[in-house]
């Protein structure tokens, strides 16, 4: 069975960081490119950065850049994402997607998804 399992997230106030960790279980994503989303109550989910299978190419949303750093080690079948300077806006639950055969932003080119770590910043 194909798992995706994140972790890292929690409460914290405007300014802190938060590192999210994605472990994939079941099969190597190491020849695929991985995926953060996110979704915040009433609000669509939302492409916030992606990392292509090697690592050496990274992508981000405009509200993300600067702050937000997405990280994979295929070794240990796993993803990360630094998030620093978090803004109140940043608060949402937070999606690991794996399985897209291009470094892709749309949530339909990834086949396999997390249940998801919530973040939640305080002003």
């Known amino acids: 069975q194909v798992q995706l399992v994140e972790s890292g997230g929690g409460s914290v106030l405007a300014g802190s960081s938060l590192t999210l960790a994605c472990a994939a279980s079941?099969?190597?994503?190491?020849?695929?490119?991985m995926a953060w989303f996110r979704q915040a109550p009433g609000k669509e989910r939302e492409w916030v950065a992606t990392?292509?299978?090697?690592?050496?190419?990274?992508r981000y949303a405009e509200f993300v850049k600067g702050r937000f750093t997405i990280s994979r080690d295929n070794r240990q079948n796993t993803m990360s994402m630094r998030m620093d300077n978090l803004e109140p806006e940043d608060t949402a639950t937070y999606y690991c997607?794996?399985?897209?055969?291009?470094?892709?932003?749309?949530?339909?080119?990834?086949?396999?998804w997390g249940r998801g770590t919530q973040v939640t910043v305080a002003s």
């Open positions: 079941g099969r190597s994503f190491a020849l695929e490119a």
């Open positions: 990392i292509n299978y090697t690592g050496a190419w990274k």
């Open positions: 997607a794996g399985g897209s055969i291009r470094a892709s932003v749309k949530a339909t080119d990834y086949d396999h």
